[in-house]
């Protein structure tokens, strides 16, 4: 089936059509059984510090230098006692960690308090006392003064442009700034070596400037030191707030129609390759990869193979009971003769681990290097269909970059060509637009595209599937081929429902 013209061009976007994935949305998640689950856990100080922990960095209470100098020389009495108390005790659990140094910092606190009473100084009152605790706990065991911010539900993403200029971007899509996360730049790259050092083969340094890491709640940080042009640390968080994606939440999202959540389904059930796009970050694919992963029957053994952890299908017990999770490692800065990073494990040398686990499929997650691309490709070519993302600006930009990758390995730009366009089966690219009056984020699949080689051409080629339509979003443009087409039967595709609904299936007011 093709579309006419007027049906393929696109349209105006209508902003007020278009539902908002934010806190604010109006959108029933409560009505649906597989509607997304948001957790947004509790920090784990104590009860009387919990008010205290939701302010933001810039009321009063926690603003002021003077009060951060507190907590930096507490934070040192502190640690140096924390550090004593575990000398010579192998083992020891995080938990049991944070319970001792809970209990220290309880006697640090109460040790200085009774010191200004004896010196003449007013004492410290219950509310002090609990924001000291909250934000001395914060600086040993979690993000500092960042704390507040990761804690706070309707925050998305952090921007920090040096330790004073820090932004947050809002669920609702507002851009604000907030007060200082240091009280210098040189403390601010203190801290981010704080961080990177609690965590195996993570250093940020002069010789290593740029680095990648994971956080508590899966959230991820990028920071990059020294080599900026106004010479100050640059540090970007991103927060995972939807922590279980279903086709059927991001039906009501509005990031696709009916029409594409049962061909999306009928291509994982059918064992198809997926590559999922988009054109920048933030626009949706691992979360469009975990709702395609949660259509994999549960009796099927996974293994998830990335090199920053993303997708935590292995914590989904319920719908993902046999799941092995691999992240690569990156090794030292030391290279072998080889030339490989000494202790180094890429996403490639752990397929074949994963492979002797009797794994049904492998999903290898974000594909940045042509060593994951190897790794892509392998897991596609065992016929049971994979999932990977990718970053590109447009549909057809997708195979361009990975035959440029493929190349760059094989040397051969026909053999890189012939076996993408054997392998991969479908690409999916998501798009997303700004409301420019709001700046809510409006995200939405834009483009399905089946994907061959053709010895004709001589490369492979895409076949548009799902083309955008009524605000750019994707409806039904034509029938994938007849060998596609009779796999995804197979994995319950609805024809009917693909060719009776050239505008798709959007639902009430949609």
């Not at 640059?234 to 086709?247: E, G, S, Y």
């Not at 994979?386 to 997708?398: E, G, Q, R």
Request: aromatic share 4%; with cysteine.
């Amino acid at each position: 089936m093709s579309r006419n013209d007027a049906t393929t061009a696109v349209d105006p976007v209508d902003w007020t059509q278009l539902p908002v994935f934010d806190d604010n949305s109006s959108d029933a998640f409560d009505t649906e059984p597989l509607a997304p689950t948001y957790r947004f856990d509790q920090r784990p100080d104590e009860v009387e510090a919990a008010a205290v922990s939701s302010r933001g960095l810039g009321e009063p209470s926690r603003g002021g230098e003077e009060f951060w100098s507190q907590v930096d020389e507490l934070r040192k009495v502190a640690g140096d006692r924390l550090a004593s108390a575990l000398e010579g005790r192998e083992g020891v659990s995080a938990q049991a960690r944070e319970e001792l140094g809970r209990s220290i910092i309880e006697d640090v606190i109460r040790d200085r308090t009774d010191s200004l009473i004896v010196g003449g100084a007013a004492r410290w009152d219950t509310t002090r006392q609990a924001e000291l605790k909250s934000a001395v706990f914060d600086a040993l065991f979690r993000m500092g003064r960042l704390q507040p911010l990761m804690d706070d539900a309707t925050v998305e993403n952090i921007k920090i442009q040096g330790h004073d200029r820090v932004y947050v971007v809002r669920t609702t899509g507002g851009l604000e700034r907030v007060g200082p996360v240091a009280s210098s730049n040189e403390d601010l790259v203190q801290m981010l070596q704080d961080l990177a050092a609690r965590q195996e083969d993570r250093t940020f340094t002069r010789s290593t400037p740029m680095l990648d890491l994971p956080l508590p709640d899966r959230a991820r940080m990028a920071a990059t030191g020294w080599i900026t042009a106004d010479g100050v640390p640059n540090v970007t968080i991103r927060m995972q707030r939807l922590r279980d994606a279903t086709l059927s939440s991001l039906i009501q999202v509005g990031e696709i129609d009916r029409v594409l959540a049962n061909f999306l389904s009928s291509a994982v059930r059918a064992h198809c390759s997926l590559v999922v796009s988009g054109q920048s970050q933030g626009s949706g694919k691992t979360t469009m990869l975990r709702a395609l992963a949660n259509e994999i029957p549960p009796y099927e053994a996974i293994a998830t193979i990335e090199t920053e952890p993303e997708l935590y299908l292995h914590e989904d017990i319920e719908n993902h009971p046999l799941v092995n999770s691999y992240i690569a490692r990156r090794g030292s800065g030391e290279r072998d003769a080889m030339g490989r990073r000494v202790g180094e494990i890429t996403t490639l040398d752990i397929l074949p681990s994963a492979l002797r686990h009797n794994i049904s499929r492998i999903i290898v997650g974000e594909v940045r290097h042509h060593t994951d691309l190897d790794a892509m490709l392998e897991a596609m070519q065992m016929g049971n269909g994979s999932l990977s993302t990718l970053h590109a600006n447009s549909a057809d930009l997708v195979l361009s970059r990975l035959v440029r990758m493929a190349t760059y390995a094989t040397g051969s730009p026909e053999a890189a060509q012939q076996e993408i366009g054997d392998v991969i089966d479908l690409v999916v690219y998501l798009g997303q637009d700004r409301d420019p009056k709001t700046g809510r984020l409006h995200r939405y699949v834009r483009d399905v595209a089946e994907v061959a080689y053709s010895a004709d051409a001589g490369r492979a080629i895409t076949k548009p599937v799902f083309a955008p339509g009524q605000g750019r979003r994707a409806v039904p443009a034509h029938l994938p081929s007849p060998q596609m087409l009779a796999r995804l039967v197979e994995g319950g595709f609805n024809q009917e429902l693909f060719t009776m609904n050239p505008a798709g299936l959007w639902g009430d007011g949609l």
